[in-house]
């Protein structure tokens, strides 16, 4: 009962106005006598902020026993409604709709007409490239040619059989690649980055044994597509971020060259755009990541991407994401908390019910990362304890290990260490448990569980002495990724200067970046 409630109430909240209003008028024109509940329903549940079922039933003549079977049919006429209103703006819907008529003037023996139809789903499906439905239109006009005299040209039937032929490659090629890309995103969301040499073995040996082969000329747009995820998810896994980079900006011409593309796949564009600016963060080419940051909020601006609820989710996450690393590329931690966190409180608050905990749990640690840089640990506390005291089991295993570490860092920078020995144990044993413990980890944990032992006067010492041992797994094929998420070098370094965390970063990102001054 919760989660239907749940789902007719967030079916409502997304609806726009124009949807709305034109739901009302869809439902007066069907509504009888018997169902005017229904809308007195749709009426309450607009006006409420969360789902009561006390007030739904004090506020209308629906009874208990009645309301379960309203609300289902609510959600069946809104969904009815949305389809109506959007058939034109979906060329999805567009070739179902032609495919069900079809069907319906198949039955009646019209097989002519019924064939008139299943022509202009094809000619949309061709366009949009929906290899799948475009397979059950042929196949259903396959069958009416070869049941029925349709007097079509002698040739059809062997025209049809080399198309569906034809479109079985093509569908073959289009869900090996999926496949493909699917299954690497899922290995990156469980594990993350390679951590060793087995990892290494396993990722490239698993890539290559499904790679399937393929003429790359006779690839269209959504193999070409799927083509590129892959490359990038096999190399960002491998933390290759050089062939990141070339195989997301490929990701992105190839919606340059085809007109549609945009309007066609709008997450996938998105998608692209985020890998490219992903790729060139962690390669630190700040000018670049500029520009292309840039372009991509220019776009969003001009209306050149599609807006739905799908993309406003990814328009919200990517944007922010790369407004804050932006901000860390640069040093300017205490500017970023200004400009970029109270309007992100605020978008997430709405956004959130939208939003996968992976998500939501990736902003938490940008912004306790922003935090941190601006020295404000209590709240960078705030937002790792968010990450490590979620029990979602799909969280990557990367975030949480690392959301620790910056835990025990800001403990210890903020004086909130009277528990420190805890603390120290529990990431110890986290660290363990997920068999993640390697030597920048190692090193961490030993230099937290001695620093108690040290007097005051030794501590930079001791910092001097990390940073030695950290610095040589700076590059390190497989230790490296603990700095993709945490700037530890840069804190050791405040530590040894008497400096703060932003005014290494800024002074290190001055001295490369002299010309953009």
């Not at 006009?141 to 569906?164: D, F, P, Y």
Request: glycine share 2%; hydrophobic share 35%; charged share 25%.
């Amino acid at each position: 009962m919760k989660n239907q409630s749940d789902y007719l109430f967030l079916l409502i909240q997304t609806m726009s106005k124009s949807e709305k209003r034109n739901f009302k008028l869809y439902a007066n024109s069907i509504k009888k006598h018997k169902n005017v509940k229904f809308l007195e329903l749709f009426e309450i549940m607009m006006k409420i902020n969360f789902y009561d079922e006390k007030k739904i039933l004090k506020n209308t003549t629906i009874t208990k026993i009645q309301l379960s079977n309203i609300k289902k049919y609510l959600y069946h006429k809104i969904l009815k409604s949305l389809k109506i209103q959007h058939i034109q703006k979906n060329y999805d819907l567009q070739i179902h709709e032609y495919l069900d008529f079809s069907k319906i003037l198949y039955n009646k023996g019209l097989y002519i007409h019924s064939l008139k139809l299943i022509k202009k789903a094809k000619n949309i499906a061709k366009n949009y490239e929906c290899n799948s439905i475009l397979f059950e239109l042929l196949e259903f006009e396959k069958m009416i040619e070869s049941q029925h005299i349709t007097r079509s040209l002698c040739t059809k039937s062997s025209e049809l059989s080399v198309e569906s032929k034809e479109l079985l490659e093509i569908i073959k090629y289009n869900n090996a690649l999926s496949n493909l890309s699917l299954e690497l995103y899922g290995l990156y969301l469980k594990v993350g980055y390679v951590r060793n040499e087995k990892d290494r073995i396993f990722i490239e040996t698993y890539f290559r044994t499904n790679f399937p082969k393929f003429n790359f000329n006779k690839l269209r747009f959504y193999e070409k597509l799927f083509l590129y995820q892959s490359q990038v998810w096999y190399h960002y896994i491998r933390q290759d971020f050089i062939m990141c980079y070339r195989y997301s900006y490929k990701w992105i011409c190839l919606f340059q060259d085809y007109s549609n593309a945009k309007k066609i796949a709008p997450v996938s564009y998105l998608k692209g755009f985020h890998h490219l600016l992903d790729s060139l963060f962690y390669l630190n080419y700040y000018s670049k990541f500029s520009y292309v940051l840039e372009k991509f909020e220019k776009e969003i601006t001009n209306g050149e991407i599609t807006i739905n609820e799908n993309t406003k989710v990814l328009i919200f996450i990517y944007t922010y994401t790369n407004r804050i690393n932006k901000h860390y590329m640069n040093g300017t931690f205490c500017d970023g908390v200004k400009k970029i966190i109270p309007s992100l409180i605020v978008n997430l608050k709405k956004m959130s019910k939208y939003m996968d905990t992976h998500y939501i749990m990736i902003l938490y640690y940008k912004m306790a990362c922003l935090y941190f840089g601006s020295g404000n640990y209590p709240k960078t506390i705030q937002y790792l304890s968010n990450i490590i005291e979620n029990k979602k089991i799909h969280i990557q295993k990367d975030l949480q290990c690392f959301a620790r570490l910056l835990h025990l860092i800001a403990s210890y920078e903020s004086g909130m260490d009277e528990n420190m020995d805890q603390k120290i144990r529990s990431t110890y044993k986290f660290f363990i448990k997920v068999d993640d413990l390697y030597m920048v980890q190692k090193e961490m944990i030993n230099f937290f569980k001695n620093l108690g032992k040290v007097y005051p006067h030794q501590t930079k010492i001791q910092f001097k002495k990390l940073k030695e041992k950290l610095v040589k797994y700076y590059n390190h094929p497989y230790e490296k990724r603990t700095f993709l998420y945490l700037d530890i070098i840069s804190w050791l370094s405040s530590k040894i200067e008497n400096k703060s965390v932003e005014s290494v970063i800024r002074e290190k990102f001055i001295k490369k970046n002299k010309n953009l001054q």
